[in-house]
């Protein structure tokens, strides 16, 4: 039976919820930082195993993701997420313990099932349980999440690692980094008792009583009235077939989601968040110092977030992309021209914070924000399906060709730098001429506004 919470509480509860979830996409992203050079000292890997090591998880991502629309569509948010935080768990216990490098590459791949379903179904979440005013603040809270479980995996590593010499680390310490995660997954999996089903979905497959519940819980009789009126008005003009996404009415928001879900991951964030303590290495620091440089990577991912927190429902989402991909690209542009010089500490350390500050602010929270509005209620989870499979079939390629092009002498990590400034110019000007803006309006104000 789905719980109701008390109207001061529902909203907390469900941020909550999606806050853990997106800190367990943080962490599992951020783990295999500290961890990878311990991994390929074990397992003896070369470079294209090193990256299939660093990618491992988000080949269970793809999979995750793409399923994870259905099973929503079809069985609820909540109780996908329930499912999700079984997995993380699962994962975190399995990584720790693997004999063989096929043993990892499999515990990866579960945990990945999680990320990939999770990172689909949070945003929608709570898109669907946000009043319209507050939607942006609430939905950065997940990227909130992702860029603290990051900073807190980054420096848990570097406590770990400082335990040991190289040795227990190469044997022992990778095993605690990655078995952590049990924890946050069984945070997740308690919270999801709590807080109650999206009133949307509920309302699309006729339990129209219990959404009214939910949404008086959240905000009184009217917004109920009213946000019930909103969604049965267009449910009856909806298929709810994965095919309509093709349709002509929506090229223009499928054509969004995918190029800035991709441009969210060609831009290079998930290179530095995988590898920054070996792009940090590469550069001539000290393996300590690339693990407390890391840390300030994370710590920088924190703080920006909360400027986007705070302007994203004000400045609005167009505003804060513009301004955070020119920061962007003039950062990438000089982190390679300091490579390619040989310029290194602290100047490298702070280009490279500056990138990492940027997309905190920008194109780290608004993707998934403005993907989980601008689909119509009936086939948004296929949709967020699509653009989640999106970004995870684009982080694969940078993950998993990244510690090839940084360590090729004809391609180096310069060029490589230059490609990531690139990919962002082009990000830049896509959004400038085809992204709409849609602080304050409701869903399906947001649906009606693509044309015909």
């Known amino acids: 039976m789905t719980t109701t919470p008390k109207t001061s509480h529902a909203i907390a509860l469900v941020t909550l919820v999606a806050a853990t979830g997106g800190f367990l996409f943080g962490y599992d992203t951020a783990v295999i930082n500290g961890a990878n050079q311990y991994l390929k000292a074990h397992f003896e890997l070369n470079a294209i195993q090193e990256g299939t090591a660093g990618a491992s998880a988000i080949l269970g991502c793809i999979p995750g993701a793409m399923c994870a629309g259905f099973l929503s569509d079809r069985y609820g948010r909540r109780k996908v997420l329930f499912l999700c935080a079984i997995l993380y768990a699962v994962s975190g216990v399995l990584s720790a313990i693997p004999q063989t490098f096929a043993q990892f590459l499999a515990a990866r791949f579960i945990s990945g099932l999680g990320i990939g379903a999770s990172s ?243 194109l780290g929270p608004i993707p998934w924000i403005l993907c989980s509005e601008i689909f119509p209620n009936k086939v948004r989870g296929r949709a967020m399906s699509l653009a989640t499979f999106t970004i995870w079939a684009s982080c694969y390629v940078v993950a998993q060709t990244f510690p090839i092009l940084n360590d090729s002498p004809v391609i180096g990590p310069a060029l490589t730098f230059w490609a990531f400034g690139a990919c962002s110019l082009a990000s830049l000007v896509f959004v400038f001429l085809a992204v709409p803006e849609t602080k304050g309006r409701t869903l399906e104000e947001i649906e009606r506004s693509w044309p015909a």
């Open 120 to 362: 689909m179904i949070c945003p929608v979440y709570i898109a669907e349980l946000a009043p319209a005013a507050k939607r942006g603040r609430l939905g950065s809270l997940f990227q909130l999440g992702i860029v603290i479980g990051i900073f807190l995996t980054l420096f848990i590593n570097s406590r770990i690692q400082g335990l040991g010499n190289e040795a227990w680390n190469a044997a022992q310490g990778w095993r605690w980094m990655l078995g952590a995660e049990v924890v946050p997954a069984a945070l997740l999996m308690g919270l999801l008792f709590y807080v109650p089903e999206s009133p949307r979905w509920l309302l699309t497959v006729g339990r129209a009583e219990e959404a009214r519940r939910i949404l008086e819980g959240i905000g009184g009789p009217d917004h109920a009235r009213r946000e019930m009126a909103a969604v049965q008005s267009v449910l009856s003009q909806e298929e709810g077939r994965f095919a309509e996404l093709f349709h002509a009415r929506f090229r223009r928001p499928l054509l969004v989601a995918v190029l800035l879900m991709a441009g969210s991951q060609f831009c290079g964030i998930n290179a530095i968040m995988y590898y920054s303590t070996k792009i940090f290495t590469t550069a001539g620091v000290g393996v300590k110092d690339s693990f407390m440089s890391s840390v300030f990577v994370g710590l920088v991912n924190v703080l920006f977030t909360f400027v986007a927190i705070a302007l994203v429902d004000r400045a609005g989402r167009r505003a804060l992309l513009l301004t955070g991909l020119a920061v962007q690209v003039a950062a990438l542009a000089t982190v390679g021209a300091m490579f390619q010089a040989g310029y290194h500490g602290l100047p490298l350390l702070l280009a490279i914070l500056t990138f990492i500050g940027a997309f905190a602010m920008a």
